[in-house]
């Protein structure tokens, strides 16, 4: 099983687009988002909830239209405000799923997602 694990893309198109190149050279089974998915916080909210809606909405739908699997967890640059846009994909997509606070499984394999550890 091959998987790509990335982080801190902070909402960047051409990272997310080097991402997807990668996808269709490597073939992976799985690639996982380990968060900072959205771009900075400071930058404002609104910038956040476009990049949703313009950006990530396309780029979860060419995972699930090829059939691979994406998980992806929020990261602390990701407002929590948005926790409920993620959890749709859950509801919608068979492949893209949002780990924050529950189990994954694919296959044999469980990912166990947690959006706060608190010590």
């Known amino acids: 099983m091959k998987v790509i694990f990335v982080t801190d893309l902070h909402g960047d198109r051409n990272k997310y687009n080097r991402l997807r190149d990668i996808v269709v050279f490597e073939k992976p089974s799985i690639v996982i988002n380990g968060g900072d998915i959205l771009p900075y916080a400071e930058k404002n909210i609104d910038m956040q909830k476009m990049f949703i809606v313009k950006d990530l909405d396309a780029h979860l739908q060419y995972f699930e239209k ?3 699997n994406y998980l992806f967890q929020p990261g602390n640059e990701d407002l929590k405000i948005f926790d409920e846009l993620y959890e749709k994909y859950d509801k919608t997509f068979k492949y893209v799923k949002c780990t924050m ?10 990912f166990i997602g947690f959006d706060i550890i608190v010590m």
């Not at 606070?101 to 469980?110: A, L």
Request: glycine residues 8%.
């Open 101 to 110: 606070n529950k189990v994954t499984s694919i296959g044999d394999y469980e």
């Open 66 to 68: 090829n059939k691979i």
